[in-house]
């Protein structure tokens, strides 16, 4: 079986008009391998009706392994580029939070392969 993968791209969000911004913040991402990906998933047991159990993506733990760099992002006047800056530096900002959340959403899609590719 040979399969062509995608293992990355540059990812400009659309969410608050970002995308139209003269200099748009931009994401360059790795997709994650298949061990990252089973760490995306946590399962969450629920007291509420016999012991069931849901799961729930960890977007921070992916978005931390898929942003390799980040583009034209400032925060105080103080430019964030890694994942790990962005995750601990934004603080009171549901946009950016949103943010994080719709890249990681994104790199979670992007790493499947199209079945036209399999």
Known sequence: MNININDGERYIPELYGNAKDEKPMAFNLQFLSVEESDLQDYYEVTSAGKG???????????????VKSIENCFVNGKEIVSSEEFLTMVRGSPKLAQIKTDVALHIMEGAEVPEKNS
Not at 52 to 66: D, H, I, L, P
């Open 52 to 66: 069931k159990a849901r799961t729930r993506a960890n977007y921070s733990e992916v978005f931390r392994r898929g």
